[in-house]
């Protein structure tokens, strides 16, 4: 927890770290890229918000630097349910801007817990008839797995641990944080 920024105190430890995100970043937009050689039209990069946000916006850039030229969507789904769990009843909050019919979808998502939300949200991409629809997921935990979603471009694997950074909040906070870290107990009690 390096440099004694204010949200290092509220952080118990660190489990990935600014430059691993960085490298896995990179590592992860150079496959995706090869597979999409020949995707007709490009990429389109579908961001969840609000969670992939620094995701997408590290991923796109990173994206660049291979091609295919690559366009950007942002859709928010509410999960229904309470503090750190999901229950797999989606809302849509923020729909598409435009139709995807004949377009290779590539889902840009924080991370798959339950796998709920990536469920359902694949099947509403697919009904929409895009050409392919992928998903690349920054971070996945097995143990919290309740339905397989076909995830193609994981980065981590993580243990199931409720976690924060890198575009992941609790109660609205730590987005900001550039690693991927767990907050310390005390953080909950004052909440
Ligand atoms: P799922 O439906 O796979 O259980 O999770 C859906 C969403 O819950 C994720 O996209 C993410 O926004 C949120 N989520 C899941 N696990 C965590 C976590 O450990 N920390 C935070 N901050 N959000 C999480």
Same mark, same amino acid.
Request: proline share 3%.
């Given at each position: 927890? $390096?440099?004694?920024?204010? /949200? ?35 990429? #389109? ?6 969670? $992939?946000? !620094?995701?997408?916006?590290?991923? $796109?850039?990173? #994206? ?56 359902? #949200? !694949? ?7 895009? $050409? ?46 550039? /690693?991927?870290?767990? #907050? ?8």
């Amino acid at each position: 927890m $390096a440099d004694g920024s204010w /949200y290092d105190a509220d952080i118990d430890h660190v489990i990935i770290s600014e430059e691993q995100i960085r490298e896995k970043i990179a590592e992860l937009a150079k496959q995706v890229s090869a597979d999409h050689t020949d995707a007709e039209g490009g990429i #389109l990069l579908v961001c969840v918000l609000k969670g $992939a946000v !620094m995701f997408m916006a590290d991923f $796109a850039r990173a #994206l660049a630097a291979h091609g295919p030229s690559t366009e950007m969507e942002f859709m928010a789904v509410s999960s229904y349910g309470q503090g750190t769990t999901s229950s797999g009843v989606v809302r849509i909050l923020k729909d598409l801007d435009r139709d995807i019919t004949g377009r290779h979808v590539v889902v840009v998502e924080d991370i798959v817990d339950s796998g709920l939300t990536l469920s359902w #949200l !694949m099947k509403y991409l697919r009904s929409r008839s895009a $050409a392919s629809v992928e998903v690349v997921a920054l971070f996945r935990k097995p143990d919290a797995v309740k339905v397989q979603v076909p995830v193609k471009y994981v980065g981590f694997d993580i243990p199931n641990e409720f976690v924060v950074g890198y575009g992941l909040d609790f109660a609205e906070r730590y987005r900001e944080l550039p /690693y991927v870290g767990v #907050l310390k107990p005390e953080v909950y009690a004052r909440s």
